[in-house]
């Protein structure tokens, strides 16, 4: 058993700093969490003193893509680098991402399973993984990742991502199974465009039927895995809403359609922002993207604060893949920058983002029976939370009991 003492201690339930704390940890659990001062400490338990830092839980990221390096379609097709190079790329990522407080990692698509297994198997060191393997979307849309000229990737399918483009509501539940197959934890889909999409897609189109919506939520559900939409505005974000997603991924306009915020509040949806991946939009996207992260950016910050005034939940999630791999804390910056206090920023990357995976029974905070995933720092990120950025202030990561 380990006893670790925390000079400070994140409480992320309540979204307080506590003082005077000692956690205990056996195995993989973390069995107490109670005053220091008070506490007995049994002689052959191993103390770990922190009584200079603050401890919080591990950092979770609901957003992710770590197999993507890139926006262009050479790299999307997989044609700048040997197969067995662009996994050596993904495991520094994974370790990188690990050693920088993120302990979990939803990945949004591009990630087969077996990376999911090889980090669980120990082969490799990363963050407990849930992969959703393909974005499911129909011909046209952001599954289907064309060239500029409209050609489609020459090179044979990987059998362990399959493509995620389907049509029609057969062919909805077909795709879930295939994914469902290749070990997807998650469901993603998408029902508009983005910032990214092809110049023609734009961020409130809609290419996607209210039935096909239905059958996909529908199949995934009974499969028992959690859906989770891209969405920016227009009816593709507010039917998708209606027909029971578990979470909506961007939502930048959001804050036009109150109806939608106030389901979302009333069935437990949740909102990931993914305000980083916009900031590299606005800089140093393509033409068009530059122009729609520029145009949206007042819309997603009303968007958030929008939510939070429903009593939407908000979970953070970076987007990361298209411009920057290990700086996932730049999400809890920019929450703050947009609007919340930073309280509320580092419970949406720890409680709430573990709610939103479904794993808050296991994840999100430091309270006895919980796994024993938490960040040491030297610094108190409620008073610095860019602090969190690039690992900066990071001194111990411990995943499942172990310090990496």
Same mark, same amino acid.
């Given at each position: 058993?380990?006893?670790?003492?925390?000079?400070?201690?994140?409480?992320?339930v309540? &979204?307080?700093?506590?003082?005077d704390?000692?956690?205990?940890?056996?195995?993989?659990l973390?069995?107490?969490? =109670?005053?220091?001062?008070?506490?007995? /400490?049994?002689?052959? *338990?191993?103390? #770990?003193?922190?009584?200079?830092?603050?401890? #919080?839980?591990?950092?979770? $990221?609901?957003?992710?893509?770590?197999?993507?390096?890139?926006y262009?379609?050479?790299?999307?097709? &997989?044609?700048?680098?040997?197969?067995?190079?662009? !996994?050596?790329?993904?495991?520094?990522? %994974?370790?990188?991402?690990?050693?920088?407080?993120?302990?979990?990692?939803?990945?949004?698509?591009? %990630?087969?399973?077996? #990376?999911?297994?090889?980090?669980?198997?120990?082969?490799?060191p990363?963050?407990?993984m849930?992969?959703?393997?393909?974005?499911?979307?129909?011909t046209?849309?952001?599954?289907?990742?064309?060239?500029?000229?409209g050609?489609?990737?020459?090179? %044979? &399918?990987?059998?362990?991502?399959?493509?995620g483009?389907?049509?029609?509501?057969?062919?909805?539940?077909t795709?879930?199974?295939?994914?469902v197959?290749?070990?997807?934890?998650?469901?993603?889909?998408?029902?508009?465009?983005g910032?990214?999409?092809?110049?023609?897609?734009?961020?409130?189109?809609?290419l996607?039927?209210?039935?096909?919506? $239905?059958?996909?939520?529908?199949?995934?559900?009974?499969?028992?895995?959690?859906?989770?939409?891209? +969405?920016l505005?227009?009816?593709?974000?507010?039917?998708? /809403?209606?027909?029971?997603? @578990?979470?909506?991924?961007?939502?930048?306009?959001?804050?036009?359609?109150?109806?939608?915020?106030?389901?979302?509040?009333?069935?437990?949806?949740?909102f990931?922002?993914?305000?980083?991946? !916009?900031?590299?939009?606005?800089?140093?996207?393509?033409?068009?993207?530059?122009?729609r +992260?520029? =145009?949206?950016?007042? $819309?997603?910050?009303?968007?958030l604060?929008?939510?939070?005034?429903?009593g *939407?939940?908000?979970?953070?999630?970076?987007d990361?893949?298209?411009?920057?791999?290990? @700086?996932n804390a730049?999400?809890?910056?920019?929450?703050?920058?947009a609007?919340?206090?930073?309280s509320q920023?580092?419970?949406?990357?720890? /409680?709430?983002?573990?709610?939103?995976?479904?794993? $808050?029974?296991e %994840?999100?905070?430091?309270?006895?029976?919980?796994?024993?995933?938490?960040?040491?720092?030297n610094?108190?990120?409620?008073q610095?939370?860019?602090?969190?950025e690039?690992?900066?202030?990071?001194?111990?990561?411990?995943?499942?009991?172990?310090?990496?």
């Amino acid at each position: 058993m380990k006893a670790i003492v925390c000079g400070k201690l994140f409480d992320s339930v309540k &979204g307080s700093m506590q003082r005077d704390r000692i956690l205990f940890v056996e195995d993989h659990l973390i069995v107490g969490n =109670e005053s220091y001062s008070q506490s007995k /400490i049994p002689s052959d *338990v191993e103390i #770990i003193d922190f009584n200079d830092s603050t401890v #919080i839980p591990g950092l979770i $990221d609901c957003h992710d893509h770590l197999a993507s390096f890139g926006y262009d379609i050479a790299g999307r097709w &997989g044609l700048v680098e040997s197969q067995s190079q662009r !996994y050596m790329r993904i495991a520094s990522v %994974l370790r990188q991402t690990l050693e920088t407080g993120y302990t979990t990692v939803r990945d949004a698509g591009g %990630l087969p399973a077996g #990376i999911r297994d090889a980090i669980t198997e120990n082969l490799i060191p990363g963050p407990r993984m849930l992969v959703s393997i393909n974005i499911i979307s129909p011909t046209g849309g952001i599954g289907e990742h064309l060239s500029s000229s409209g050609h489609q990737s020459p090179l %044979l &399918g990987d059998p362990a991502m399959p493509s995620g483009v389907a049509n029609g509501a057969i062919e909805m539940r077909t795709k879930v199974r295939e994914m469902v197959r290749s070990g997807a934890d998650v469901i993603k889909f998408a029902s508009t465009g983005g910032a990214s999409s092809r110049s023609g897609l734009e961020p409130t189109d809609m290419l996607i039927t209210r039935s096909e919506i $239905d059958a996909l939520v529908e199949e995934s559900h009974n499969l028992g895995k959690k859906v989770m939409c891209h +969405a920016l505005g227009g009816p593709g974000l507010t039917e998708s /809403i209606e027909a029971g997603v @578990n979470s909506i991924e961007h939502g930048t306009f959001l804050h036009k359609f109150p109806a939608s915020l106030d389901l979302m509040a009333k069935n437990s949806i949740f909102f990931t922002p993914t305000f980083s991946v !916009y900031r590299h939009h606005a800089e140093k996207g393509t033409p068009h993207g530059k122009r729609r +992260a520029q =145009e949206m950016a007042l $819309d997603h910050k009303k968007s958030l604060m929008a939510a939070i005034n429903s009593g *939407v939940k908000v979970a953070a999630g970076t987007d990361a893949g298209g411009w920057l791999h290990g @700086n996932n804390a730049e999400e809890l910056t920019a929450l703050v920058e947009a609007g919340m206090t930073p309280s509320q920023a580092l419970q949406s990357g720890t /409680i709430t983002a573990a709610e939103c995976i479904g794993l $808050d029974g296991e %994840l999100g905070s430091l309270s006895p029976g919980k796994i024993a995933d938490l960040v040491v720092l030297n610094k108190d990120p409620l008073q610095s939370i860019e602090s969190l950025e690039f690992g900066k202030s990071v001194s111990l990561v411990m995943k499942s009991g172990l310090i990496i």
